[in-house]
């Protein structure tokens, strides 16, 4: 019998691809996508612990899912399986099953393969189900094959967890420690994306270029040669990969941004400051110049090479020097984007037993921050205007007859083109470059492409 799943994924794109699977998981089950949450027989709220008050907005999303599931019943709808997943579920399971007790099962991101046995459960009214282990078998030798209908830019992820400890991060504790996938596996999952359509591959993981995983000769093999390895892959158009750390940007990954024409020419690539003296407290086993050699080295291999950040600003102890040190490395690095926060303590990371910068200063460094890099990605992409660039079209627009797709460095391109085109490499003549996407017209028209 049909039953419908909603899911609703928060945070990362490492959350969107355990969504997915899921989704996969569950479809044997006889699970199929809801529209909304009042649709649902079963709700996961796929959750992220890095936001501010991450378990705040988790009990009031809960509280609204008790109400829905209380008019379904009242409507003779049926019942409602609650779950939670995630980050805040391997973090606070016990006590959100303490404050919302009606809540059916809470599992961490390592669990979520056992699934069907959770939902069984559920569905015979035994009782809610705490699953916040780190298993002993991988996960990822459980989960089914992919879904025959792929995007057209799909996630793979590759490795998880991270042994770094940034003092500010709650995800070693919530993801564990790194374990990267096999190859075998890894070329095996992308064989399955690209035959159901997909033509990007977007290689994830907490700390992506630490991956070290078994090779075929039982060797480890590294990030730069998974790279290599997945680029002659039958259909593969494009590859990326992220989050990456810059302690582990070694001399074979930049030359493979140098080599491999399929590695897209942007990097997400953190600093989070540009002081010593923070990069020091946060733990991130790494100076400014380092980053700043890193970077001269990737330009260097790939001069086109966009680059994209993660700011923190307002970390206890940051002085107005410390902040300035971050401006000046912002201002010589130029970023074509960028995501910048205000520290907020996370329970239990190291950070948050230190001296709080108080909220206005925070509020000023971060305005000021973002007056500069909102300035740098408005001007890269205005830098794009009268260009042709190669976009993969990816999905509808808003505007009839408009698709998105996206440029090598990531942007999103707006265009005219119709629906068939979707999944392919299409020239884009640019026209004009905005403060978040750039708007172009096909430079071969449909009549002449088909
Ligand atoms: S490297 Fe990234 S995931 Fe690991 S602790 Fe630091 S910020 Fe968190």
Redesign the pocket.
């Known amino acids: 019998m049909t039953k419908k799943l909603f899911i609703s994924t928060h945070g990362c794109q490492m959350n969107v691809y355990d969504s997915d699977r899921m989704a996969e998981l569950l479809r044997p089950l006889g699970y199929r996508p809801a529209a909304a949450p009042d649709d649902a027989d079963m709700v996961i709220l796929n959750t992220c612990h890095i936001r501010e008050k991450a378990s705040e907005k988790v009990f009031s999303e809960l509280g609204r899912l008790r109400a829905t599931r209380r008019e379904r019943e009242a409507a003779g709808n049926g019942g409602m399986i609650i779950a939670v997943a995630g980050c805040v579920a391997q973090a606070e399971g016990e006590e959100i099953l303490r404050r919302a007790p009606y809540v059916d099962m809470v599992f961490g991101p390592q669990a979520y393969h056992q699934l069907p046995e959770m939902v069984a459960r559920a569905s015979r009214g035994a009782g809610a189900t705490l699953n916040t282990d780190f298993p002993t078998e991988p996960k990822f030798d459980t989960l089914p094959a992919r879904a025959a209908d792929s995007a057209v830019s799909a996630f793979l992820t590759v490795q998880e967890g ?1 042994d ?3 003092s ?2 709650v ?2 504790y919530t993801r564990g420690a790194e374990y990267s996938r096999p190859v075998a596996a890894i070329l095996e999952e992308a064989r399955q994306l690209l035959a159901g359509g997909a033509r990007e591959l977007t290689l994830l993981g ?2 992506v270029n630490a991956y070290h995983g078994e090779g075929p000769d039982g060797r480890p093999v590294t990030l730069g040669r998974l790279i290599r390895l997945l680029a002659e892959a039958p259909g593969l158009e494009r590859l990326r990969y992220t ?1 990456s ?1 810059p302690l582990e940007m070694t001399d074979d990954l930049i030359s493979a941004h140098g080599e491999v024409p399929a590695l897209m020419p942007y990097l997400h690539l ?1 600093v989070q400051s540009g002081s010593d003296r923070i990069l020091a407290a946060m733990n ?1 086993r790494h100076s400014a110049d380092d980053y700043r050699r890193i970077v001269d080295k990737l330009r260097a291999a790939r001069s086109d090479l966009a680059l994209s950040s993660d700011f923190i600003v307002g970390f206890p102890g940051e002085t107005a020097a410390d902040f300035e040190d971050t401006m000046t490395l912002v201002g010589e690095i130029g970023y074509a984007q960028a995501y910048s926060f205000k520290y907020s303590p996370r329970p239990g990371t190291p950070a948050a037993a230190g001296e709080m910068i108080e909220e206005p200063v925070k509020d000023e460094r971060l305005q000021r921050l973002q007056v500069l890099l909102n300035g740098q990605q408005a001007d890269f992409n205005a830098g794009f205007a009268g260009r042709v660039l190669p976009v993969l079209l990816e999905r509808d627009g808003r505007q009839t007859g408009q698709l998105v797709g996206r440029s090598p460095y990531m942007q999103s391109v707006f265009v005219e083109a119709p629906r068939h085109r979707i999944g392919r490499v299409a020239e884009v003549r640019i026209e004009a470059g905005f403060g978040r996407s750039l708007k172009g017209v096909l430079v071969t028209p449909d009549a002449a492409a088909a």
């Open positions: 991270c770094k400890f940034c500010f991060c995800v070693p907490q700390n989050t750390h953190p991130r």
